[in-house]
């Protein structure tokens, strides 16, 4: 088990929305880093899915229990493997990909586990956190990323670009993806213009080249 | 079970005076081949049960508990053994739902046991009484369950032997059960909790007053059990728990006695454990008992688990239950029991709650199980269509 992290406010949650844009009803979805459950909650309200979250911090599992949610109280590369292949249709890391230790195993148990993964990140090669580098030579702290280099849970520092590049190398089909700054979607460079991106991904089966929804 | 750890200021609401009631039962087939009859089982209950009858619970108790899990007996001043569990606003909350509880058969608290009296003699049973397993005990609460005309369980739930016979309830009567609660237990007992067990029993059939089973018109094997107490006490506890609570004090003594007499509070204290406790229980009744825990596998020792879930609905819920410091029930035995549900793709929630009482943390007041459960069951309640006002 880990140490726990800060969770992240919700106001820096603007991927909710999308997610359960895309979520279709009825779906079965695991939300790893469920944290209290917010997400899954609205899923569950809203498509009405049969949910399941992986939680670590115990005072966090206790919210999302009370919130009627059926949630896991452990580590998460643990616990995936309980799973049985297919067992879900979505697999949900919102804000997690970024504090996962080993990214890989993640993605590749995600997607055993489940047939799409959705990922949200912060996105480290936005305007705000590279001007803030630039301009102030220290680590960017900005409303995305706010936590110092000392106390992030951000283990890694990934952008859009690399998370492109990453699903090309390890043969992973982007299904959608959505790029968000606080001001709603970004179209034009989101590399340098999203503060978050969120990608819905599968692995390669030959079907599915990328169709992004606008 | 330890007593000391039970906190009994600020329980909250308690269903207050309670009467002890019993049913008696033809006979019942057990899994040894053998036919107990007749058969009587001590039971309580809390609460009312609604028109429909779907707000049934039945609550299951461990090695050492008996039918009296809440409220007062008319003159006592000691509540049952889960008061922090069950009352009003509680856990399993008596203002909403029809709390059960029954004494196991083979215990001596009421329920058919080795000291009940056999009709073929007009002796005690002691020894000639047969061997029971927790799927007998499980068969004996399903009787009593029809006999009150409750044909559906909202939630059946213990800790430890109460957590195994709330998991055997599940597999035995899918159909019943709506919900499952098992706390701090196993899906099998493990080599090392029947070996503290086997040593528990050791003690008591060493004491020459146990004489095989036959003491009830003599001296009672009391040094025997008080040892297999003292033993058991200890694997309920922790390191840390004992640390806290004794560290190396003496025990009226401001300097070691050099000699065998006691030293130690945590020898003292143990001691008053295992007395107390002879008071209280019967020697034959721990040897049966502790015999049904070690020949407890929920999968009947045929394959994986996962194979035993395969059948139980899919709108069955679990909440599992663990705590950090239970060494004798350890959270990887919750979690083996998690990881066969959710191969199965059932509906499951897992708790390891942080805690350094040991096992015995599932009788401590914890304001954190009182809400898991309370809110568990609201949600199975919900999802089951019952109303409260």
């Known amino acids: 088990m880990s140490e726990p992290v800060e969770p992240v406010e919700e106001a820096l949650r603007p991927d909710y929305e999308f997610i359960v844009d895309t979520v279709p009803e009825g779906a079965r979805v695991l939300d790893l880093g469920c944290g209290e459950g917010t997400l899954l909650k609205m899923l569950v309200d809203r498509k009405n899915v049969r949910g399941t979250g992986i939680e670590i911090v115990e005072e966090r599992v206790y919210e999302a229990v009370e919130k009627g949610l059926t949630v896991h109280h452990g580590d998460f590369y643990e616990a995936l493997a309980y799973y049985p ?8 890391l919102s804000q997690t990909l970024q504090q996962a230790h080993d990214t ?3 993605i590749v148990e995600s997607l ?44 890694h520092s990934l952008s859009i670009k690399d998370f492109r590049v990453f699903t090309r190398e390890q043969a992973i089909g982007i299904v959608r993806h959505f790029y968000l700054t606080r001001g709603g979607r970004v179209r034009l460079w989101p590399n340098l213009r999203a503060a978050h991106g969120v990608f819905v991904v599968e692995k390669m089966g030959g079907l599915t080249a990328e169709r992004a929804v606008e | 079970m330890s007593d000391y750890l039970i906190s009994e200021a600020g329980l909250g609401a308690s269903v207050g005076e309670v009467v002890p009631q019993s049913a008696q039962f033809d006979s019942l087939l057990l899994d040894s081949g053998e036919t107990l009859q007749p058969v009587t089982i001590a039971y309580e209950t809390y ?74 003699t007009g002796r005690e049973y002691g020894m000639s009484f047969p061997v029971v397993t927790v799927g007998d005990m499980v068969r004996a609460q399903k009787l009593l369950i029809d006999h009150l005309g409750i044909e559906r369980l909202l939630c059946v739930s213990g800790g430890s032997m109460g957590g195994m016979q709330a998991l055997q309830w599940a597999v035995a009567y899918p159909e019943v059960v709506a919900s499952c609660i098992p706390i701090a237990a196993t899906p099998k007992h ?38 297999a107490r003292m033993i058991g006490h200890i694997t309920y506890l922790s390191d840390e728990s004992m640390r806290a609570k004794f560290g190396r004090r003496l025990q009226d003594k401001t300097a070691f006695g050099y000699d065998f007499s006691m030293d ?33 596998d929920l999968s009947g020792g045929h394959g994986p688990l996962e194979e035993t879930f395969r059948d139980l609905p899919a709108d069955m819920r679990f909440l599992v239950i663990a705590f950090s410091s239970d060494w004798l029930y350890p959270p990887y035995q919750s979690k083996d029991i998690v990881r066969a549900l959710k191969g199965n793709g059932l509906d499951c929630s897992y708790l390891e709650m942080r805690s350094s ?6 009788l401590l007041e914890n304001k954190d199980l009182t809400r898991m459960v309370w809110h568990f069951l609201a949600t199975t309640a919900r999802k089951r269509g019952l109303r409260f006002e």
């Open chain 1, 85 to 92: 292949d297919g067992a879900f249709d979505y697999v949900v």
């Open chain 1, 104 to 106: 890989v195993s993640v």
């Open chain 1, 112 to 155: 055993r586990v489940g047939r799409f993964l959705v990922a949200s990140f912060p996105n480290f090669a936005y305007w705000r956190p590279r001007l803030h580098l630039l301009l102030t030579g220290r680590a960017p702290v900005t409303r995305a990323l706010p936590y110092q280099w000392y106390d992030t849970p951000n283990i």
């Open chain 2, 47 to 120: 609460g009312r049960l609604n028109e429909e009858r779907t707000n049934a619970i039945l609550i299951l108790h461990a090695l050492s508990g008996d039918a009296h899990a809440a409220g007062y007996h008319g003159g006592e001043d000691k509540p049952g053994w889960w008061e922090t569990m069950i009352g009003p606003g509680k856990g399993f909350d008596t203002d909403r739902y029809l709390v059960v509880c029954s004494n196991v058969i083979g215990g001596c608290k009421g329920s058919t046991g080795p000291n009940s009296i056999n009709p073929a």
């Open chain 2, 190 to 227: 493990s080599p090392m909790q029947i070996a503290f067990n086997e040593v528990g029993r050791l003690a008591i059939m060493s004491d020459p007053n146990w004489n095989n089973g036959d003491y009830y018109h003599g001296p009672a094997p009391d040094s025997g059990l008080a040892v």
């Open chain 2, 264 to 296: 130690f509070e945590v020898e003292s204290y143990l001691r008053h454990q295992g007395e107390v406790f002879t008071r209280r229980f019967d020697a034959n009744t721990y040897l049966y008992v502790t015999k049904a825990l070690d020949y407890f």
């Open chain 2, 357 to 362: 009482y040991g096992h015995d943390a599932f």
